[in-house]
């Protein structure tokens, strides 16, 4: 087992990814796609469609449905917008066929590629998001599966004209490339198209949307004050009035020389345009609030390490009273730090500079399996459920495909491919909350038991099963085999990886229940791409024996696929 420990300048750049991520605002500006209108004139390689469909296993097994929607292109010359734009924010969905390889072209020539992510491996030039550097990882969906592209790019840079910056490139939620700088191509200069090309196999895009980014700044503030209050750090409602004064900046500097102490800042926005806006605090201390016009807008606990924390407002044109509170801890650094962005704007400072200090380094702590797999316990927020899962086992494969078991339940929770396990909040100082964090692009499941004894086919499935954890067992290649007590038998749960994918075994010992199954895959959609092989939703595909015998059915308004399980069964997933 490695530990990786990296230094501030890590942390601080997963930092900025995080807040680029959670300031891009919904309200891109759509490219249509109900015909080809919307794009110069484009080669026989690009049509409009209503419907693909691909299969990961068979690059010829694709089918189109006529509508609009959805563009679909081929191998050939690149289909380039009839909008021009310059610095922006790019959001995009995009298919690829197996083997196929496209790009995205920006103002000023920068290409980012797009390939199929079937190989789990370290990544190369032919990974996506490759821009002539290779990017953190590979994040990319296997072919048929419908991937988010993010992005934050800069065409040109005041003090270096021959250059472009690429802030930010975010594939399926996973940051894979920041802060690149990118030579543009010579003789192109201001507002130009964007691109799309295909050089292998087929490639499909919906969702298409952008901003065009400005620096002017619509909300400014006035008529500032503050009341600094004296109280113990931990006292929701001070009362040991300090001072209250009349100032020009917000910045927790005014209080310099105490301890603790509770600030509150009280002034008006001026908003020069009605619109949705975005702020971000950024604090170190025990809790931290944004209101505005009397409502919480940025609500922040305690934080230690000048967390960010987003909430966001539709504001009228017009004046809006606002009230700021920052608290200290008296053996932290204070800092606190108050930003805001709108639609087609870049993120702006609202407090002084001095007032957010460079943060304490935080090392990233991070578990990768070298040459057998890797085994953690920990604690693992689930979806939107507000108590942790406890009983909770991770484990890393050296192949790449890992997964997260919530033992007391049998449950598959999660799995991943990539990087293995971010587990910063775990070993780091105290390391209280415990909790682990997936590192690579992750797929989560139903979070519920993973096998169940059914009455008969339309009985809906348990949240929890009768099943009681007995340990586990480890195969001579150290993949830990789970044991449950089931009535009077024994339930072994294998799962192990390998380069395609994660191979799940589940068998049966002793005096076997009638009418048990396996869940192998639930969602809002799930499709027979052909025999033996089924996508669920956009996530991941569940690939059985042809000769198996599979239910999928719909139940609480859902689709679920059951396998029987008579003595062993065996399915396989990817992604």
Known sequence: MRHFFCLSLLSCLLSSSVMLRAQAPDNYTPISLNDLSGFESAASAWKVQGEIAMNPLNPTGMSTKA???????????????????????????????????????????PRILLAEGTSASEPTASTSGYVGQFPIQNAAKAAGLWQVVELAYDAQLPTQPTMSRL????????????????PRRPGLSGAQPIALEVTNGTAA???????????????????????????????????????????????????????????????????EESGDYTFTIAQSGPRAQLSIDGKPVVTVGESTSQDLHTGRAVLEKGTHRFILRYSRFPWRRPALGLSVTASGIRSYDLSALSSLPVP??????????????????????????????????????????????????GALLQTWRGQFADVTEMWYERGEPQLLSTAGLTVPVSGQSSYAVLSDKSTAWPDSAAINYLGYRLTPAGVPAMRYALGAATLTDLLSADTKGLN???????????????LAGVGSSIVQVEKGLYRIDDRYYVRVDKKLSVTQRTSAGRQELLIPVNGKVEYSMFW
């Not at 604690?379 to 790449?400: D, I, M, N």
């Open 67 to 109: 509508g609009s929607g959805i563009l679909v292109g081929s191998k050939g010359q690149p289909i380039r917008t009839r909008t021009t734009m310059q610095d922006m924010r790019l959001r995009l969905e995009c298919m690829l066929s197996p083997g196929a390889q496209a790009y995205i072209i920006l103002p000023g020539g």
């Open 167 to 182: 802030n930010s490139l975010v594939l399926n939620g996973v940051v894979v490339q920041q802060n690149v700088y990118l």
């Open 205 to 271: 895009f919906r969702n298409i949307g952008f901003q065009s980014l400005a620096n002017r700044q619509p909300l400014k503030i006035s008529d500032l004050s503050y009341r600094l209050y004296t109280d113990a750090w931990d006292t929701a409602t001070p009362v040991k009035l300090d001072r209250e004064e009349k100032t020009t900046a917000i910045t927790q500097e005014v209080a310099n020389g105490l301890r603790e102490f509770h600030l509150f800042f009280e002034g008006t926005m001026n908003i």
């Open 360 to 409: 304490e380094p935080k090392p990233y702590l991070g578990v990768t399996p070298e040459d057998r797999p890797e085994m953690i316990r920990s604690f693992v927020f689930y979806g939107q459920e507000k108590a942790k899962r406890t009983h909770v086992l991770s484990v890393g494969s050296p192949a790449g495909w890992h997964y997260t078991l919530d033992l007391n339940r």
């Open 504 to 518: 799940r075994t589940v068998s049966l010992e002793g005096n076997a229940p009638a009418n048990l199954f396996v």
